[in-house]
């Protein structure tokens, strides 16, 4: 019985990961098992509702060695305790007298789209609709209105997800179901929704007319239909009062959100233009929305969008055009707030905005506000996800990782997202059938192939890591960064001491040039033996400009998650990472906060992290 070895599996409302020695419950509860207690569970698990003898038990949990029944009288009351502790019945051991004992048979775990593993449903969630808001057919006489018809329906879909305690599928999925693929049995089968809502966008001067529907995707049976006819400066009641009218269809919440008033129909055309983007961008398009904000300095979203906009410019650009960028995404933020306080995307612009170092807890609180009002929105829930990994909650951030798959599971990165984080948590078979549904559902996309990749690089799996190479050879995907993952790769397994030295050298002409050192190739080092050589070099770096505003990771390093990947495991077991995340100001918020890292469990045969991350405040 290898714990390292199993994947993890889903009892009813709970997820067992024998790899990680972790029972989680949907709710958030979790316990840390014993290896030996973890053992037992799993030999039960995979007898699959057969009775397992006492002899069965020592053979695959104790490797045959004789021991007395006290000892498994033990492991057993242990996990009744458990069962105890979890509840819902998912962990139910039963005793068969004089014979053994076995685990009470559960419903399977759920699939979600392209095959992976979904996201841990809380238990209420499975009777709940599931609404995808497909893109309305454009009906106009005359010019092209295809953008405007998209625009309207997308703002329906936000209106809905936000004013309804509806689970929406995000845009980026739905939209991609037009004209004959709108059949509700199939829209219903690949995005895993009950309910969707379709319809029609007629467009004549200032007056639209909509027509929509509101349909049940199993039985193709209609619940609900209506047609609206307004002028254009009352869009925003009309949105509201179509999310309304879904909402009560699907007897579930409604909470309007801030008053939007009217806006001027060539202001509303201007706005939807600005926001005319692939579903993969994160930025619209900033001249426009700048007139839109001039001409309707009370419409909340385009300040919003203009935050965001804005927001991911600075990040990338050069350090002149960011230090502008990132006032005016500050100042866009600001006023998106006075005119409604809940607004999502204001709150995760503000949340990107600031240092990647020593702003957790306002981080935190951002995010938290987005969540708020943002809870069903793909992007938010995203980047909500993507700080519990900077922070080293890394399960925490699989299960955010998964939610974002579910919203929108005909996206792309959200696949490759899913599929990453499951490696990051040690559930590599998990990872790898991700990975592999999501390359099979898209061939072409050089995102999923390089992230499948790096992460096979990263567990050492070199006949993964080749037969992705040849995948890329043979799709057309071999790009200049696959090609440069797979030098790294051919590197590393044939890793020498000459290699060893190169990233030492290059350690110390970073420090020359900029007193600061990269983090990604020295965990190699720790997995080399060579963990002194690596801090030696950490110790003489300066980390201080990531607590500046504005400022970006060095050389090839994205994100501090880079931290908690299986490349630093290595340099996680030694007690000079605390000293490290203490400089980066992850102590301050782990102590400050109670949201303990993932490794602080993972490292306890070490040392005692939070001890240690104590220690390094005082």
């Known amino acids: 019985m290898v714990l390292a070895q199993m994947a993890s599996v889903r009892l009813g409302a709970v997820t067992v990961a024998p790899a990680l020695r972790r ?50 009288n033990r492991v057993i009351s242990r996990l009744r305790r458990l069962a105890r502790e979890i509840g819902d019945g998912a962990l139910d051991i039963e005793t068969i007298t004089k014979v053994g004992y076995r685990l009470a048979k559960r419903p399977p775990a759920s699939v979600g789209a392209a095959g992976a593993v979904a996201a841990p449903a809380r238990a209420d969630e499975d009777r709940r609709p599931v609404l995808a808001v497909l893109a309305f057919d454009d009906l106009s006489e005359g010019a092209e209105m295809a953008w405007f018809s998209d625009g309207v329906s997308e703002e329906i879909q936000q209106t809905v997800a936000r004013a309804t305690d509806l689970r929406v599928i995000g845009r980026a999925s739905s939209f991609q179901f037009r004209g004959a693929d709108k059949r509700p049995a199939q829209v219903g089968q690949a995005l895993g929704a009950t309910h969707l809502l379709d319809g029609s966008v007629r467009r004549s001067g ?210 490759g997202w899913h599929a990453a984080m499951l490696g ?43 037969a992705l190479g040849a995948r890329g050879g043979d799709s057309g995907l071999y790009t200049s960064y696959v090609d440069t993952l797979l030098r790294s790769g051919r590197k590393l397994r044939r890793w020498t001491q000459a290699d060893s030295d190169a990233v030492i050298a290059y350690g110390e002409r970073q420090l020359r040039a900029s007193g600061a050192v990269s983090l990604r190739p020295l965990g190699v080092l720790g997995v080399e033996g060579l963990a002194d050589a690596a801090y030696d070099l950490i110790e003489r770096a300066d980390f201080g400009f990531l607590r500046r505003p504005g400022e970006r990771m060095l050389g090839d390093d994205i994100s501090l998650n ?31 906060s109670g949201n303990w890292p993932d490794c602080a469990d993972d490292v306890g045969a070490f040392y005692d992290f939070r001890a240690e991350a104590r220690a390094s405040l005082c």
């Open 206 to 415: 200032q007056r639209v007319r909509i027509s929509a529907e509101l349909i049940e995707t199993a039985g193709q049976t209609m619940l609900w239909s209506d047609r609206f006819d307004r002028e254009l400066s009352d869009v925003f009641e009309l949105q509201d009062e179509i999310a309304a009218a879904v909402a009560a269809g699907l007897k579930a919440a409604f909470a309007l959100a801030a008053r939007r008033g009217r806006i001027d129909p060539g202001v509303y055309d201007l706005y939807l233009r600005a926001r005319q983007s692939s579903p993969e961008r994160y930025s619209f398009d900033l001249p426009m929305l700048r007139e839109v904000v001039a001409r309707a300095p009370q419409f909340a979203r385009a300040w919003a969008d203009l935050a965001w906009s804005c927001g991911n410019e600075a990040r990338w650009a050069p350090a002149d055009v960011a230090d502008a960028r990132r006032g005016e995404a500050l100042a866009a933020a600001d006023a998106a707030l006075r005119l409604d306080p809940d607004d999502a995307s204001a709150h995760v612009a503000l949340a990107t905005l600031a240092p990647p170092a020593g702003s957790m807890l306002e981080i935190e609180a951002r995010l938290a506000r987005a969540l708020a009002s943002g809870a069903g929105d793909p992007v938010v829930v995203t980047f909500a996800g993507g700080f519990w990994a900077i922070t080293g909650c890394s399960r925490k951030a699989l299960a955010f990782a998964a939610r974002a798959f579910e919203l929108d599971p005909l996206l792309a990165v959200a696949a």
């Open 562 to 592: 880079l931290l908690f990947d299986q490349g630093w495991r290595t340099l996680r077991q030694d007690r000079r990472f605390v000293t490290l995340c203490a400089r980066l100001g992850l102590c301050d918020y782990w102590v400050r």
């Open 424 to 466: 990051t948590v040690g559930d590599w078979t998990a990872s790898n059938a991700a990975f592999d549904a999501a390359l099979s559902r898209w061939p072409n996309d050089g995102f999923i192939l390089s992230t499948a990749l790096g992460k096979a690089i990263e567990a050492r799996d070199w006949a993964r890591a080749d």
């Open 23 to 72: 029972v989680v419950h949907d709710d958030g509860r979790e316990v840390l098992l014993e290896p030996r207690v973890m053992q037992v569970l799993a030999s039960l698990i995979r007898a699959d509702g057969e009775i397992l003898s006492r002899d069965d038990l020592v053979m695959s949990c104790w490797d045959g060695v004789v021991v007395g029944d006290d000892a498994i």
